[in-house]
């Protein structure tokens, strides 16, 4: 059976790199998800001899595996995170043209029997990057929450900031696909799940309390109507902490969440035709 892996939040710390390229090496998926917020934080140090990541790092790793690996090599799906900027779409599509990954921001591709759909934008956060946030269902901002229309850009958009949803977003990607051979490659959880508690408790705004759950409610929506084989999140790291899942169910579709808090690199392998009987290896 096609087996997979997935991750996410990997926010450019090399280490985990590192062991995600051992594991592919040692294990060869057929496929291997990444679910966003891949690049450093802006004030990150890279290590000595590094001054792009993309360019000094990612794309040297990606040819060398994919030289060693040859027909071995798996696919490899991406989509960014709200923390990743969107300036280095054009590096990520150089890659994609040279058969190292597939970029799948609303785009969709054919991989292992199934239709792959990559969606990486969120509802709006406290932080000040917009490039991959949106409004969720309405113009409607949590306490606390920074406006799409607001905060700053690497990228200028090729939408409607003031205006576009990720529900409409949603309509589009999914138009033409067959529920039961799909898999969403989310960065956002859906709202109100397992994959999608913050670390929120007791904490106000003017005085409202803020809500635990950050996720998509566009996302949950859409899910509670599109019944998907499977749907692939990250962004909320502590959520498998304090929720002591990383596993969920909305309606018929299995939800899987590889974001992680911890030092480790969370890496979830599943077989496409089983997703329920995925596993988290913490490594």
């Known amino acids: 059976m096609p087996r997979a892996f997935f991750v996410s939040d990997l926010h450019g710390q090399i280490p985990r790199y590192e062991k995600l ?6 294990e060869a998926p057929e496929a291997v998800f990444f679910g966003g917020d891949l690049f450093p934080h802006d004030m990150a140090r890279l ?17 060398k595996l994919k030289a060693e690996m040859n027909e071995r090599y798996p696919a490899m799906l991406l989509i960014p995170g709200n923390d990743d900027a969107r300036a280095e779409e054009d590096l990520l599509l150089e890659m994609e043209k040279d058969g190292l990954l597939h970029y799948l921001v609303m785009r969709k ?8 759909a990559g969606y990486p934008f969120v509802p709006p956060t406290p932080f000040l990057r917009k490039d991959w946030e949106k409004y969720d269902v309405s113009r409607y901002v949590d306490p606390g929450c920074v406006p799409p229309t607001e905060g700053h850009r690497t990228k200028a958009p090729d939408y409607d900031p003031g205006y576009d949803t990720i529900a409409k977003d949603l309509q589009i990607l999914s138009k033409g696909m067959v529920a039961e051979k799909s898999i969403f490659l989310f960065h956002s959880p859906p709202y109100q799940s397992k994959l999608d508690r913050a670390a929120l408790d007791h904490q106000f705004v003017d005085h409202v309390p803020l809500d635990v759950h950050v996720g998509s409610i566009a996302i949950q929506r859409f899910l ?3 019944p998907a084989h499977l749907s692939l999140h990250g962004h909320i790291h502590e959520s498998s902490r304090l929720t002591g899942h990383w596993k969920d169910r909305i309606g018929e579709t299995i939800c899987l969440g590889a974001a992680w808090d911890g030092p480790e690199l969370a890496l979830i392998s599943f077989d496409t035709e089983k997703p329920e009987e995925a596993l988290r290896l913490l490594i």
Request: aromatic share 14%; proline share 6%; charged share 20%.
């Open 21 to 26: 390229w051992e594991k592919m090496l040692s």
């Open 47 to 63: 290590p000595a001899g590094l001054n792009h990541f993309s360019v000094d790092y990612l794309r040297p790793q990606l040819e």
């Open 109 to 116: 591709v054919d991989v292992m029997g199934y239709t792959i």
């Open 224 to 226: 509670q109507s599109f």
